[in-house]
């Protein structure tokens, strides 16, 4: 029983940068692995980045590589995603998810948030 609620989405300019901020509730959150996924309009939700249960292995999808960054505090059951360099590719609605057995696999993770809009424009 977890229930985490995405922050920090908002419009930008190509360039910009945003901080997404994922609160998880319950007392499991440190023993789970923590993935940020995307979904843009017309188009199948994809892993962007994870992190693991001590922060301390992170993953990105090849395309945010160099620009973003996940990071957790698990004394705050609190996740992050901070995105640079900001790309209008970019524009989905961003999703935190939680899971015990999770990669990048959408279908591995057993919570998720409500989603933030994230709109980068040119």
């Known amino acids: 029983q977890v229930q985490l609620v995405e922050s920090g989405g908002g419009l930008v300019q190509t360039g910009g940068s945003l901080r997404l901020s994922c609160a998880a509730s319950?007392?499991?959150?440190?023993?789970?692995?923590m993935g940020w996924f995307r979904q843009a309009p017309g188009k199948e939700r994809e892993f962007v980045s994870r992190?693991?249960?001590?922060?301390?292995?992170?993953y990105y999808a090849d395309s945010v590589k160099g620009r973003f960054t996940i990071s957790r505090d698990n004394a705050k059951n609190t996740v992050y995603l901070q995105m640079n360099s900001l790309k209008p590719e970019d524009t989905a609605v961003y999703y935190c998810?939680?899971?015990?057995?999770?990669?990048?696999?959408?279908?591995?993770?057993?919570?998720w948030g409500q989603g933030t809009q994230v709109t980068v424009s040119s």
């Open positions: 992190i693991s249960w001590r922060g301390l292995n992170t």
């Open positions: 319950g007392r499991t959150f440190s023993s789970y692995v």
């Open positions: 998810a939680g899971g015990q057995r999770a990669y990048s696999d959408p279908g591995g993770y057993d919570y």
